[in-house]
């Protein structure tokens, strides 16, 4: 009994100057060490490299996947080894021992810190770039294999609200979020399928080349909107 308690206060002494077993920051195990050697380890790392997985921009059921270096941010590793360590000020000795059997690992997320709002900026314009479309008016179009004219639903157009998405974004990464909505604005056509209902002829709607004389350069197309 004098034995089992000797090791209980030397493990209980020992773990107040170390990071409780199975912590991990990110991927990186940090348990067991002193504060300033899990910092030391986690600042070889790169931010990007040490997350468990990236951040996305989410629309819809698409994702835009992006890491910190791309938006100018870096890792808050002193936060990060604070919060690791007081993990073990939090919980008592048998949290320590159930740790110990279950082996189930604790993760602590890095939050970050913008260090070049500039590349956030950028970061954000080029994204716009790739979701931004103008909206398609509905209309008529020939029909492949039938060689009929079909009516074509309209499109509506998408804009990247950046501003929006930039304050939600720097709100989402300071709560440690992974996942940022993005604010789209749907733009609307201006001829919707419904005004095309009850055309006689959509036939009529499409083009047709005719010719007056010989040479080609004489060839006129007519258009029908």
Known sequence: MTSLLGFIAGDIFYYRHHIYPNIYVERVLVGGMTPERARALLERYSTDDLLLRPYALTYGKKNIYFNPSQIGA?????RAVLNAYQISKRQNYFWLLLARVQRRPVIVRVQLILTYPGYLDRFLAAVAGRVDRAPHSAG?????????YVSQKEVPGLEVNIAATKGTLLSKINEGEREVPMTITELEPKLKSEALTGIPHPDLLGYYTTYYG??????VRIDAD
């Not at 008529?140 to 009929?148: G, L, P």
């Open 74 to 78: 870096t890792g808050d590793i002193d």
């Open 140 to 148: 008529f179009v020939k029909d492949k294999t039938t060689r009929e």
């Open 214 to 219: 010989t040479p080609e350069s004489r060839r």
